[in-house]
């Protein structure tokens, strides 16, 4: 009886590799590139200029190199979107990171401080709170002879006088109470008084009248 070599499962294949492309620009050193392309930087994604068109959600291996052959950036990353007009003219390929080596990360942290500290600042100028000196007061008038002295003033407060006394008026002179009124048991005495008066008054002659009006008048 012919026998047969067992079968043997088919070993699992590995996935393709992502693809790969490296941009080179022309800068001489790290600080030039980050002087101008500083903007095609954030902490999660890197804006490849001059890279071609790919279809979005494509991961991709990059290097990002200089001149010199000196490699900025080393990484994969997801195609988000492609810019024809990415960085001043130029077309872009932009990709959110997957996955950088660690002097990649360093400057992918770098370019994010530099980018930080060159965004104007949103928050309001803030004021001087500081109190300033208060002006001085002006001398107190000279005070004459027989006027009250103004009370002192403390610095940055008005003081007001307390309103004087008020002056008592000049009293009125006291009406005379008059006379109470006679009693019917008066009546002869008023009618006597009555009767000296006219005889006195028949006695008087024109001179002594003028006198007595005259001194009234002096009163």
Same mark, same amino acid.
């Given at each position: 009886?012919? !026998?047969?070599?067992?079968?043997?499962?088919?070993?699992?294949?590995?996935?393709?590799?992502?693809?790969?492309?490296?941009?080179?620009?022309?800068?001489?050193?790290?600080?030039?590139?980050?002087?101008?392309?500083?903007?095609?930087?954030?902490?999660?994604?890197?804006?490849? &200029?001059?890279?071609?068109?790919?279809?979005?959600?494509?991961? $991709? =291996?990059?290097?990002?190199?200089?001149? #010199?052959?000196?490699?900025?950036?080393?990484? +994969?990353?997801?195609?988000?979107?492609?810019?024809?007009?990415?960085?001043?003219? $130029?077309?872009? &390929?932009?990709?959110?990171? @997957? *996955?950088?080596? @660690?002097?990649?990360?360093?400057?992918?942290?770098?370019?994010?401080?530099?980018?930080?500290?060159?965004?104007?600042? !949103?928050?309001?100028?803030?004021?001087? !709170? @500081?109190?300033?000196?208060?002006?001085?007061?002006? /001398?107190?008038?000279?005070?004459?002879?027989?006027? /009250?002295?103004?009370?002192?003033?403390?610095?940055?407060?008005?003081?007001?006088?307390?309103?004087?006394?008020?002056?008592? +008026?000049?009293?009125?002179?006291?009406? =005379?109470?008059?006379?109470?009124?006679?009693?019917?048991?008066?009546? /002869?005495?008023?009618? #006597?008084?009555? +009767?000296?008066?006219? *005889?006195?008054?028949?006695? $008087?002659?024109?001179?002594?009248?003028?006198?007595?009006?005259?001194?009234?008048?002096?009163?």
């Amino acid at each position: 009886m012919k !026998t047969y070599p067992p079968l043997v499962a088919d070993a699992p294949v590995p996935p393709p590799l992502p693809a790969a492309i490296r941009i080179t620009r022309p800068y001489a050193s790290e600080d030039d590139f980050l002087d101008r392309e500083l903007d095609t930087f954030t902490r999660a994604s890197i804006t490849l &200029l001059g890279a071609q068109s790919r279809p979005q959600g494509v991961v $991709l =291996r990059f290097e990002l190199v200089l001149a #010199s052959g000196q490699v900025l950036v080393r990484g +994969e990353g997801r195609v988000v979107a492609f810019k024809a007009n990415a960085f001043e003219g $130029l077309g872009g &390929l932009t990709l959110r990171f @997957t *996955r950088l080596d @660690t002097k990649s990360k360093a400057l992918v942290d770098r370019a994010a401080a530099l980018r930080e500290q060159r965004r104007p600042s !949103t928050r309001p100028p803030t004021h001087d !709170t @500081t109190t300033p000196d208060p002006m001085p007061l002006p /001398p107190p008038p000279p005070t004459l002879p027989g006027m /009250p002295r103004p009370a002192p003033q403390e610095s940055g407060v008005v003081a007001f006088e307390a309103d004087a006394a008020p002056q008592s +008026e000049p009293s009125l002179p006291l009406a =005379r109470p008059s006379a109470p009124s006679a009693s019917s048991a008066d009546a /002869p005495e008023r009618d #006597s008084l009555l +009767e000296r008066l006219r *005889r006195r008054a028949k006695a $008087l002659d024109a001179g002594d009248i003028q006198r007595i009006l005259a001194g009234r008048q002096r009163r």
